[in-house]
């Protein structure tokens, strides 16, 4: 059974630093995509982040490029997503996810999601 729980968000100022955390289990991360999802208030649900599990490389929406950096641990069985920089903009809510889509979908396996705030 696939399962994701994720851990790390909170409230921060504008410009700190946040890392959210995701321990996974019930798939490889050498044949599945991995990624970050996030929902702000009043919006669609929208990939942030993945790496492909083919050749791990690592996809960035242009929103977040040189601010937050995903990667896997050499078990590869956590998934994090560290967020610099952070602006008002990026508060919403964080999901990780297998096999992430461009935007989330029911069928989405996805963790239980954490909420981050950032205030200017």
């Known amino acids: 059974e696939v399962h994701l729980a994720e851990s790390g968000g909170g409230s921060v100022q504008a410009g700190e630093s946040l890392r959210l955390t995701c321990i996974t289990s019930?798939?490889?991360?050498?044949?599945?995509?991995v990624g970050w999802y996030r929902q702000a208030p009043g919006k669609r649900c929208e990939l942030v982040s993945r790496?492909?599990?083919?050749?791990?490389?690592?996809w960035y929406v242009d929103s977040v490029k040189g601010r937050f950096t995903i990667s896997q641990d050499s078990v590869k069985t956590t998934l994090y997503l560290q967020m610099n920089s952070l602006k008002p903009e990026d508060t919403a809510i964080y999901y990780c996810?297998?096999?992430?889509?461009?935007?989330?979908?029911?069928?989405?396996?996805r963790s239980q999601g954490t909420q981050v705030t950032v205030s200017s």
């Open positions: 019930g798939f490889s991360f050498d044949d599945t995509d």
């Open positions: 790496i492909n599990a083919l050749d791990r490389s690592t």
């Open positions: 996810a297998a096999e992430p889509k461009k935007f989330c979908t029911v069928d989405d396996y």
